[in-house]
């Protein structure tokens, strides 16, 4: 099991370009999550899917995020136009989709907006 | 909405004592927790949980214990080794609902 792939692991960009994370959560896995985490803020959920549907993005900052999942095996959370203060590990986590069951986190992306 | 204390920040042990970290939960619908674990560089993996209709779990050296009157639980982590040294969150759910409160966190440190 290759668990949930992130990409890219690092990301370094300047104020006012657009990102894009990408990832692939577990096979059979139902829901899946994007978290941010800052030393600040600690771990806030951004958004999640079950079904490849938007379930609740009530944590997603403002309109220049967006996330979507077109499939059940690939996600992206788009950040347009980003601005330093979204520097952060970006991670994206899966699970079977009931309450009560494990998230499986990916190994994050470091992002770094100058 | 849903708020999650965890403490302390920062714990040292030496290796082979004990460690205790606490959360307090606010939510009487709660009824999930799982502990997660943070190596550098690493996202977050669960080690262990336990559901309202248990008081207490254990698995090898960790153990999480429930206190749903007080709204509080804990886990212990006894013979600790260096490779103990980590960030440790705590998170709550409610039944029915997938998204996790995770608290502040906890970053321990295993003295050798």
């Known amino acids: 099991d290759a668990g949930v792939i992130q990409s890219p692991r690092h990301e370094v960009t300047e104020m006012g370009q657009e990102v894009t994370l990408r990832c692939k959560p577990i096979s059979g896995h139902n829901s899946l999550f994007w978290y941010r985490q800052t030393m600040m803020r600690g771990l806030e959920l951004l958004i999640y899917?079950?079904?490849?549907?938007?379930?609740?993005d009530s944590g997603m900052p403002e309109d220049r995020f967006s996330a979507k999942m077109p499939n059940a095996s690939f996600s992206t959370l788009k950040i347009q136009p980003s601005e330093p203060r979204d520097s952060a590990v970006y991670f994206c986590?899966?699970?079977?989709?009931?309450?009560?069951?494990?998230?499986?986190f990916g190994p994050g992306t470091r992002l770094t907006v100058l | 909405g849903e708020n999650v204390e965890q403490h302390p920040s920062t714990l040292s042990v030496q290796e082979g004592d004990s460690a205790v970290i606490k959360c307090t939960y606010s939510?009487?619908?709660?009824?999930?927790f799982p502990w997660y674990k943070q190596e550098l560089g690493k996202g977050p993996q669960l080690i262990i949980d336990i559901r309202s209709n248990v008081g207490e779990k254990k698995d090898q050296r960790i153990a999480v214990t429930l206190n749903k009157t007080a709204k509080h639980f804990s886990l212990h982590i006894t013979e600790t080794q260096p490779e103990d040294s980590a960030v440790y969150f705590c998170?709550?759910?409610?039944?029915?609902?997938?998204?996790?409160?995770f608290g502040t966190g906890t970053r321990l440190t295993i003295i050798p």
């Open positions: 998170a709550e759910s409610n039944f029915g609902n997938e998204k996790l409160t």
């Open positions: 986590a899966s699970s079977l989709g009931l309450s009560g069951t494990t998230q499986y």
């Open positions: 939510d009487s619908a709660s009824n999930y």
């Open positions: 899917f079950n079904n490849n549907v938007p379930i609740d």
